[in-house]
């Protein structure tokens, strides 16, 4: 149980346009999900925090308007890296959180992670 | 200022005990401890989570000490697969999350 999904898992695209990436819980309902950035080497950097039908709330230095993100339903959530650049290309990874797991409080359970690569 | 801090690397060999410390010096009460593992070009992956005491599942053990400013994973008798990056995550009550830097763990033969 609690499988996260990521697609696309891989994608390169040119400077300019945005990318659309989507997170869904499989088989649980996630009221919050997270999305993260990782640079090679490096540890986790949490991007936004997302609860399902309100607006994600942003770490600070991340871009609202260049991070766009959506919690549309309890089972997905989408993160769209508008007029993206190469600085932009990194590994982007979801996580949500099932209420209910074995008595254990809010485990985030991880998607595959997509890797990003801007030309 | 919460911070997590772990150790960056950590050698050991196959059939060896592992422990891994995570240093959390702001925590309260009711905030929690959770380990992750990490393999290249994937996400983590859950481990094992506690407040107190000790927390034992059939791959790990945590360890925390009462007065909880710190944590340990233990994981007993590693094998090559069990190289890794491991994370120590710290949930704090205020629904502050914070990570640490990662442990790089390798396991040699």
């Known amino acids: 149980g609690a499988v996260v999904s990521q697609h696309p898992s891989r994608v390169i695209c040119k400077s300019g346009t945005s990318v659309k990436i989507e997170c869904r819980s499989l088989d649980f309902q996630a009221t919050t999900m997270f999305w993260y950035r990782q640079f090679p080497k490096q540890s986790l950097m949490l991007m936004a925090t997302?609860?399902?039908?309100?607006?994600?709330?942003?770490e600070q230095g991340v871009e609202k308007d260049k991070f766009l993100i959506n919690h549309a339903s309890l089972t997905l959530s989408t993160l769209t890296v508008t007029s993206a650049h190469p600085e932009d290309s990194s590994f982007y990874i979801c996580?949500?959180?099932?209420?209910?797991?074995?008595?254990?409080?809010?485990?985030?359970?991880f998607g595959p992670g997509t890797r990003l690569l801007v030309l | 200022l919460a911070k997590t801090t772990q150790p960056i690397s950590m050698d050991s060999y196959e059939g060896q005990e592992v422990n891994i410390t995570c240093s959390h010096n702001n925590i309260a009460t009711n905030d929690y401890i959770t380990w992750y593992q990490q393999f290249p070009s994937q996400g983590p992956r859950f481990i094992i989570q506690?407040?107190?005491?000790?927390v034992t599942n059939e791959v790990a053990s945590l360890f925390i000490p009462a007065d909880r400013k710190s944590s340990t994973l233990s994981l007993p008798r590693v094998s090559l697969s069990d190289t890794a990056v491991y994370y120590c995550l710290v949930g704090y009550s205020n629904y502050q999350l914070i990570w640490g830097a990662g442990t790089k763990l390798i396991i040699k033969p």
């Open positions: 997302s609860n399902e039908g309100s607006k994600a709330t942003y």
């Open positions: 506690g407040y107190k005491t000790k």
């Open positions: 996580s949500a959180t099932s209420p209910v797991s074995g008595g254990v409080k809010e485990t985030q359970y």
